[in-house]
């Protein structure tokens, strides 16, 4: 672990430039502060001064510097020692902390998902009583603040929404020529994609690989496919486990969202197995792309005419939905959810929950969401929804896909022992999309192995998580 104190410091992620924003909030937290605010203040004052060790990785914590600043300022309360970790190897390092009761770090930036496994693991501190002390509360957009609850306890505070919104090419789409083409041949007019079927059928119309032009830029690789595959999922009305704790994936909804999932192949590019955000994220604002889901943070790239080549030239909206329920239904999905967790084995729990609560503020985390530079923090609060500078980061079109697809966010599962059954799930998903499986045997290959998952932590134990999850699913068919 090291002191983290910087000025300005670059990081490289997959050929994207990441460096230190030089650039304080528009105005300072407590110029005109909230009563959430200055009741954070108070409280973490009570709590006496600390220096808080955590684990996160860089391209999230530095956007957030100016602002701890801030608190450290009226609290003293700083930030000493930080572990860079990529969010995406958090999860196996926070659980190896939690399996040792290590008091090391503080405090955790970490995929929310994660809460169900380490609270049964005695790691993490419960966040309810400083919320009261402090008068705070998650004011997310919808119903997302749930996503930090599980057995009726809060143990975590957003600093990033990654959800999913659509984009899609406006110059290709609104082209008129380009219309009478796809009118004449679908006898249908071309517009905004509503399902999974009108979206494939515009993806393949437009593509070109000879421009390098590919229809989808969707992710299909172990870690990260998924993501998508869920969305689909959950659209045609599945879900993954019966009340007993049954896996219910082998259905005719599963088997929809495996074959909608592997049509990508013939529309995305063919190393697009191998790829992660760092391949695709360039290649959508850099116009090689017709339509796609991805993280709102790519909005922000999108519209920076610095990083971007297609600058004002998209159209951002809900993700598409599906009829195979018998009722049109949307669902959207926040997959890794970056959230600040606190070690109950930790000496400064209190110190590193209060700085939590301070990120989490709406009107705090504005210059965090809004990083021209580090665009790893995603908006989600109420507070981003409204701000001018929200709006001229992702455009305003763009917060608009964002509130509206936070209003049918979904999670992936959110149980004890999620690594174990979204590893076998990828893992089968991007076998399949290879051809190193047959389609009809993913589901039924998937649901033997959760279930020797359950078998493994335990079927009473994972019934109760079940409730949990069972919550955080979207009551609404789309938004209202």
Do not use: C
């Amino acid at each position: 672990m090291t002191k983290f104190n910087i000025s300005r410091r670059t990081f490289v992620e997959g050929g994207l430039g990441l460096t230190v924003a030089n650039f304080l909030p528009g105005t300072m937290p407590l110029a005109s502060a909230a009563t959430m605010e200055e009741s954070t203040i108070a409280a973490a004052k009570s709590a006496g001064p600390a220096a808080v060790n955590g684990m996160i990785w860089s391209p999230y914590l530095v956007p957030m510097q100016p602002v701890i600043a801030e608190f450290s300022k009226q609290t003293n309360i700083t930030i000493g020692a930080v572990q860079d970790i990529s969010i995406f190897d958090a999860p196996q390092r926070a659980m190896a902390e939690a399996l040792s009761r290590s008091p090391q770090f503080d405090f955790i930036h970490i995929d929310s998902n994660m809460i169900p496994s380490l609270v049964s693991a005695g790691y993490l501190e419960p966040l309810d009583e400083y919320m009261k002390k402090a008068n705070f509360k998650i004011d997310a957009v919808g119903d997302y603040g749930t996503f930090m609850t599980y057995g009726g306890q809060t143990y975590g505070v957003p600093t990033d929404g990654n959800v999913h919104i659509q984009y899609v090419r406006k110059d290709i789409i609104e082209d008129p020529d380009n219309k009478k083409r796809f009118a004449d041949k679908f006898g249908k007019e071309l517009k905004f994609p509503q399902t999974w079927e009108e979206e494939q059928t515009i993806q393949e119309f437009f593509m070109d690989p000879s421009k390098d032009l590919y229809g989808s830029a969707n992710l299909r690789n172990r870690a990260n496919g998924p993501t998508w595959w869920y969305m689909i999922y959950y659209s045609a009305g599945g879900f993954p486990f019966d009340d007993d704790m049954k896996p219910t994936l082998n259905t005719p909804a599963g088997q929809y969202a495996v074959d909608i999932y592997l049509k990508d192949k013939k529309l995305n590019h063919p190393e697009a197995a191998n790829w992660g955000t760092p391949q695709q994220i360039p290649r959508i604002a850099q116009g090689h792309v017709v339509s796609t889901q991805y993280w709102d943070g790519t909005a922000k790239l999108n519209e920076n005419p610095a990083k971007s080549k297609t600058t004002g030239k998209w159209l951002y909206g809900l993700v598409p939905g599906s009829d195979f329920s018998g009722k049109r239904m949307h669902r959207s999905i926040s997959s890794p959810l970056a959230a600040i967790l606190v070690n109950k084995y930790s000496p400064r729990k209190a110190q590193a929950a209060y700085l939590a609560l301070w990120l989490g503020s709406g009107k705090n985390s504005i210059p965090i969401v809004t990083d021209p530079v580090n665009t790893f923090n995603d908006a989600w609060a109420k507070e981003h929804m409204t701000s001018d500078a929200v709006k001229n980061a992702y455009s305003p079109a763009g917060v608009k896909a964002i509130e509206a697809n936070f209003q049918v966010v979904a999670p992936p599962i959110y149980l004890t022992g999620y690594l174990e059954f979204q590893d076998a799930l990828g893992k089968n998903l991007s076998e399949a999309f290879v051809g190193q499986l047959p389609a009809k045997d993913v589901l039924k290959k998937t649901e033997d192995e959760w279930t020797a998952i359950i078998r493994r932590i335990g079927q009473s134990k994972l019934k109760k998580d079940l409730v949990s999850y069972k919550a955080l699913m979207p009551k609404r068919l789309k938004p209202a």
